[in-house]
């Protein structure tokens, strides 16, 4: 069974929406518009977690879940990638709008990733910085839908994103 830890900070949280499928409970605090969680699950006799604001695996854990994928992969004779996405330039959404536009940018380039390769195959690392694992096959088309999808993300504020791919062979 998974357990789900709940941290808070000192500030009056009261719980505003539960993701069902990261079984993550997000909290908002009364006087912030930030979004603050904090899980922890045993997957494979290791503790992953979660970052607090994108739902993904934080980077310590992707890449140990990112291992445990390319193992099982190769088992199967599958040829495996790891992905690094780069946002460009966050700094000028984050000028031009707002910190909180900058962090819903960040987010919805984390439910584009999730969707494209799974929430458990991806991480969010800090800053305009994330990484997925992917199976080869349909590889180019994912990230042609990837590229696609953040262009037309946020409302249209979004930003150019550099994909690195580094075949697992």
Do not use: W
């Not at 006799?45 to 970052?51: A, C, L, M, S």
């Not at 994108?54 to 004779?77: D, I, N, Y």
């Not at 984050?94 to 940018?105: I, S, V």
């Not at 991480?123 to 349909?138: K, L, N, R, S, T």
């Amino acid at each position: 069974s998974h357990e789900l830890v709940e941290r808070f900070t000192n500030m009056n949280a009261t719980m505003s929406s539960y993701n069902e499928r990261n079984k993550i409970r997000y909290f908002t605090a009364a006087t912030r518009t930030d979004v603050f969680c904090a899980s922890s699950f045993r997957v494979g006799g290791f503790d992953v977690t979660y970052d607090n604001m994108t739902g993904l695996p934080s980077m310590t854990s992707f890449f140990e879940l990112a291992e445990v994928k390319r193992k099982e992969l190769q088992e199967h004779g599958i040829d495996s990638a790891i992905l690094f996405f780069d946002l460009m330039n966050l700094k000028n959404i984050n000028h031009r709008y707002g910190f909180a536009e900058g962090n819903r940018l960040i987010c919805s380039v984390a439910t584009i990733l999730a969707a494209q390769f799974g929430a458990e195959n991806c991480a969010y690392f800090a800053q305009d910085h994330f990484a997925a694992i992917a199976p080869d096959d349909g590889l180019r088309e994912r990230l042609e839908a990837v590229m696609a999808q953040c262009a037309t993300a946020n409302e249209g504020k979004t930003l150019p994103i550099r994909i690195g791919v580094y075949p697992n062979r």
